[in-house]
Nanobody
Framework: QVHLAESGGGLVQPGGSLRLSCEAS????????MGWYRQAPGEDRTLITG???????YYADSVKGRFTISRDAAKNTIYLQMNSLKLEDTAVYYC????????????WGNGTPVTVSA
């Protein structure tokens, strides 16, 4: 089993920055990739960025150039640096891990809210 613990959400003004963290624990050897999804009220949960254990990255067009994903393999932790935040970035942000090297299960954190408001 993999457990994911997010931190770093909060309230920020438009144009501001926030940094989210997600630490994985448990069967971390099973993880092949991690990423961040977000879900705004009334909308589906969508993938915005991901990083593999080979450090390949993916960004959705909506965050490309503003958000940066990184990882510290020694700490089993990924980070999401969010700059130039917009009102439409307001959502609950969920950490995700794919356990491809074991049973292929998907693992989720409980989510951390990010509110962009003037």
């Amino acid at each position: 089993q993999v457990h994911l613990a997010e931190s770093g959400g909060g309230l920020v003004q438009p144009g501001g920055s926030l940094r989210l963290s997600c630490e994985a624990s448990g069967d971390t050897k099973c993880i092949s990739a991690m990423g961040w999804y977000r879900q705004a009220p009334g909308e589906d949960r969508t993938l915005i960025t991901g990083i593999t254990d080979g450090d390949s990255t993916y960004y959705a067009d909506s965050v490309k150039g503003r958000f940066t994903i990184s990882r510290d393999a020694a700490k089993n932790t990924i980070y999401l640096q969010m700059n130039s935040l917009k009102l439409e970035d307001t959502a609950v942000y969920y950490c995700h891990a794919l356990g491809q090297y074991c049973d292929g299960m998907q693992h989720w954190g409980n989510g951390t809210p990010v509110t962009v408001s003037a």
